[in-house]
């Protein structure tokens, strides 16, 4: 067996032509010479017509088709629909935010996602930490002459859980989030966590607890009941609105003093969501909070296979309403059916529809029971 590099077209021609006769043929020898003839013809092919890599639209919208993904899926990873748009026609490159996030959410290539154009990070504060930074002045938290990173030192002395945050935070926190913008959130959560005096509590039954805190949810006084509910139980409840740069819709962290503490967002201001991430956080804290993890942080429109999620996630649906009562409501379940499942369990009826409209992925339906702005002005003004 001779076979020589092919340097000219007639090589390549006399190599396909030899190949051809090679196929099927059985002997080992042949065999042999004919994968070594086709490695020489395929590394002729690629120097006289090399194969373009796909550019970072190509690559998101294959893994887009292989995983039925619409454009809205997206959403979570590159920000409004119109950025999915311009990042899939080509119009703009994937920021280094961006190429994280599909990485780690879709398990797209970094490679594929880089493209040909650079992606250096700032050299300085982001313009989302800098704007973080003055949401913060707005709301009072920092002081007058103090900077974002004098406000984190400050913070992250009195507050193990910020120190540890970058090497505790899950799946679950968007991969495009501006640390140091959610570092900052946590340390204005725990700031107004410590002007609430408070007894550590230990929960037998956290199960029963919870579905008293779900219980809730009908009452016309139900922000009043659940901040004090929560504090019989030894739990601070802060509401703090998300900062540029993060995406979030709550959190489960420690004070300094081990007291627990929940922090939402409101940032879908809907009482289905507020009451579904409110028990997802409670069960990170009775369930998952330890020395070694003492901030937990959710995106909950970002998908997780960990464990701790998907524990939090089955706690807060049965919390909410327990299986058997939601046994037999299916997509053809009338509006009745539905109201009656959240009548049984004793929750809002929002809760009930809210779980529909997730489970069944329609939206459409129960529009007008999911409890859209009653949120923020129920908490804001308690």
Known sequence: MTVRPIRTDGDYQSALKRAAALFGQNSPKDRDELDVLQAVIERWERSRHPVEAATPAEAIKFRMAQEGL???????????????????????????????????????????LIGTSRHEPAAGPSSTSLAAEGKLRRLGVMKGKENLAGFLSRSKASAPAIAMLRKTRTERTNAKTDMAALEAWCAAVLVRAEKITIKKTEISDPEKAARRLAQLSPLPDWQDQLVAALHRMGIILVILEHLPGTFLDGAAMRR????PVIALTLRHDRLDNFWFTLLHEFAHVVCHLSTDRQVILDDLDVASSEAIEAEADSFARNALIPPAMWKGIDKDSSTEEVLEAAQKAGVHPAIAAGRWRFQHSDYRRFSKLIGRGEVKSALMSA
């Open 70 to 112: 619409s454009q809205r899926d997206l959403i979570p990873y590159l920000g409004s629909k119109s950025r999915v748009s311009e990042i899939l026609n080509g119009q703009r490159q994937p920021t280094v935010d961006q190429i994280r996030a599909l990485h780690q959410h879709l398990g797209i290539p970094v490679t594929s």
């Open 256 to 259: 300094g003093d081990g007291i």
